[in-house]
């Protein structure tokens, strides 16, 4: 079984990959992420292809360095009514967030790029719905002060896992892509290539 650099810091990334058996090397991408999504903004680019050439990038930046090797690249958008979310940078800018999504349906478009000896040779995006229930402000101010630390990796300020499960009232897609991976679509490609056994 091919060793998969995946080319993020993301914890539950790994731990999904470790859960299905993969043996994964974590090796983070360090990319200019507000500059090239407000580049493709500015050209007129989707959510959804915003968040397939982040992915691209991040696999391109570390196939670079690891020529031979196997390399993810993974990215999530958000988007509710024509914005689009990222990271939080602070409590207050999580509070803003969830202020806007709450009552609301969004979409998160999860991506993944596969490269192989240096090129492309997998990609897609997942695209579940969520909707937030009209949660309390109380409830929203003591859900970011207990969660701060977990939240803030989270595009959205929610992490599905955890009890930012409370913060739904339906979600339709599947869960993998929620946390951050289109999962079974990557270990059907895997398989079919026969990077792993199957």
């Known amino acids: 079984m091919a060793v998969l650099i995946l080319a993020s ?52 930046r570390i196939a670079a360095r690891y020529p031979e090797s196997l390399v993810l690249g993974c990215d999530q958008i958000l988007e509710c009514d024509g914005r689009l979310f990222a990271k939080p940078s602070s409590p207050e800018d999580a509070h803003n967030h969830l202020c806007f999504l709450r009552g609301r349906t969004h979409r998160l478009h999860t991506a993944a790029v596969l490269y192989d000896r240096g090129q492309p040779v997998w990609r897609h995006v997942s695209t579940p719905r969520l909707t937030m229930r ?44 929620i946390q951050g991976l289109p999962l079974l679509e990557l270990l059907t490609a895997l398989t079919t290539r026969k990077d792993i056994d199957g």
């Open 9 to 60: 810091s993301s914890a539950v990334r790994t731990t999904l990959l470790h859960n299905a058996g993969l043996q994964v090397a974590v090796q983070p991408a360090r990319i200019d992420e507000d500059t090239l999504r407000d580049s493709l903004l500015a050209e007129g680019a989707g959510a959804h292809d915003i968040a397939d050439a982040l992915a691209e990038q991040k696999a391109l």
């Open 134 to 177: 009209a949660f309390t402000d109380s409830f929203l101010r003591a859900y970011i002060q207990q969660n701060w630390d977990d939240i803030r990796h989270c595009v959205g300020a929610y992490q599905i896992e955890g009890p930012g499960i409370r913060l739904f009232s339906a979600i339709e897609g599947d869960l993998f892509a």
